[in-house]
């Protein structure tokens, strides 16, 4: 599990700012959605914590540690992406255990991390077939696969949910919330779908223009929103 801090985290392109200053505790365990309108700087907050995006200003910090220059590689988080790239030539377990393989961990471990985590996303069964052998919602699941082999104390996930039908968006919800609390995790969730948020959180952070609107529970901001936007945004009656 990971504590996340953000101190005066700061954004810009060339000349245009699209994070002014921002904070943001997430505490141990906690699972936060990220939630905000198109262009209002999720993607771009959560690759800054995965280190994939240089940072103009400000400091993260990890369980105390300040990783705000640190390597991506060495940041001890995974990242589910919308759009999920698997190895199309590779076999479901070969998909999941390249990271592990990389870095040359032994075949004993690896087996067993994906074991575990084959059973964990009920993919028993599916471990030697390729990803075009596979349906939509299978392939979401062993692309969390290939991020829960590792064992990372943080997730991050960018809207990965937005590609699926809405039967399978519902289902795989409660799956990714039972596997963060069955992994002990601690999860980041970025999404424009406010009912997502709603139904997941146990914090949201709403963000407009780059800057936090508020941070609640959904409760808290549905019952008692701190401005117009927030409650225009959860559509709660004025
Ligand atoms: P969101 O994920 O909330 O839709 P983004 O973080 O992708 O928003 O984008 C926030 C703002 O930053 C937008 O105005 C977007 O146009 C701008 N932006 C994102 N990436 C770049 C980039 N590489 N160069 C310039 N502007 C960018
Ligand atoms: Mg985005």
């Known amino acids: 599990m990971a504590h996340v801090e953000l101190q005066n985290v700061r954004k810009s392109y060339g000349n245009v700012t699209v994070i002014p200053n921002l904070d943001l505790t997430i505490s141990s365990g906690e699972f ?5 309108p198109s262009g ?25 540690e300040d990783i705000t220059n640190t390597d ?24 999941m255990s390249f990271a592990l393989r990389m870095r ?13 985590a084959v059973s964990m996303l009920g993919l028993e069964g599916l471990q030697k077939r390729k990803p075009a052998q ?8 062993v692309a969390m696969g290939r991020c829960i082999v590792r064992n990372p104390k ?8 937005s590609n699926l039908d809405a039967k399978l968006r519902a289902q795989t919800r409660l799956e990714i919330r039972r596997l963060h ?26 963000l407009s223009e780059g800057r936090i609107q508020q941070v609640g529970s959904p409760k808290e901001l549905y019952l008692n929103p701190a401005n117009r936007f927030v409650a225009g945004f959860l559509g709660t009656p004025e």
């Open 104 to 116: 040359g961990e032994d075949r004993a471990l690896i087996d067993r991390r994906v074991a575990e």
């Open 32 to 36: 936060v959605c990220l939630v905000g």
């Open 154 to 161: 943080l997730f991050l996930f960018d809207e990965p949910l």
């Open 72 to 95: 991506p590689s060495d940041r001890d988080m995974a990242m589910v992406f919308q759009t999920y790239a698997l190895y199309p030539h590779m076999t479901v377990e070969q998909n």
């Open 181 to 206: 609390g069955k992994l002990g995790a601690t999860s980041i969730f970025v999404t424009h779908d406010q009912v997502e948020a709603m139904t997941m959180a146990d914090r949201i952070a709403l």
């Open 40 to 64: 209002s700087g999720k993607s771009t907050l959560l690759r800054m914590i995965a280190g994939l995006e240089d940072i103009t200003g400000g400091t993260i910090s990890v369980d105390g």
């Open 134 to 141: 596979l349906s939509g919602g299978q392939r979401q699941r």
